[in-house]
């Protein structure tokens, strides 16, 4: 059974970054594809990007393109998102998961589906001050 566990959030002013960190444990790592979601008060979980099991590709939702990086460690276990410029908005609990479709960095419609994802960790917040 693969477990994730988050790491890395806290609170930061608007313009600020954050590197949040998910290791992942009880699996092999670079078989997985690997997702960010965020959840944010009274909102539905909201995909955030995806990273291909070894080969880089990587996929972001619109409202993060050109601030967030998502990356991987498969020596570490270890999937990263860099987060810049933070927004506010991008207030709420950080998850990672894993995909066994290499779909999520091909299709957005599939990768934006949380129910595409197999395991998750138990999140890390992420607070924006204005």
């Not at 988050?6 to 960190?21: D, K, N, P, T």
């Not at 619109?62 to 927004?87: A, C, E, H, P, W």
């Not at 299709?107 to 992420?126: E, L, S």
Request: charged content about 20%; some cysteine.
């Amino acid at each position: 059974q693969v477990q994730l566990v988050e790491s890395g959030g806290g609170l930061v002013q608007a313009g600020g970054s954050l590197r949040l960190s998910c290791a992942a444990s009880g699996g092999i790592f670079s078989m997985y594809g690997m997702g960010w979601f965020r959840q944010a008060p009274g909102k539905e979980r909201e995909f955030v990007a995806s990273i291909s099991r070894s080969d880089g590709r990587t996929m972001y939702v619109d409202s993060v393109k050109g601030r967030f990086t998502i990356s991987r460690d498969n020596v570490k276990n270890t999937v990263y998102l860099q987060m810049d410029s933070l927004k506010p908005e991008d207030t709420a609990v950080y998850f990672c998961a894993t995909a066994a479709s290499s779909l999520i960095v091909v299709v957005p419609t599939f990768a934006r589906n949380a129910k595409n994802y197999d395991h998750w960790g138990q999140g890390t917040q992420v607070t924006v001050s204005s």
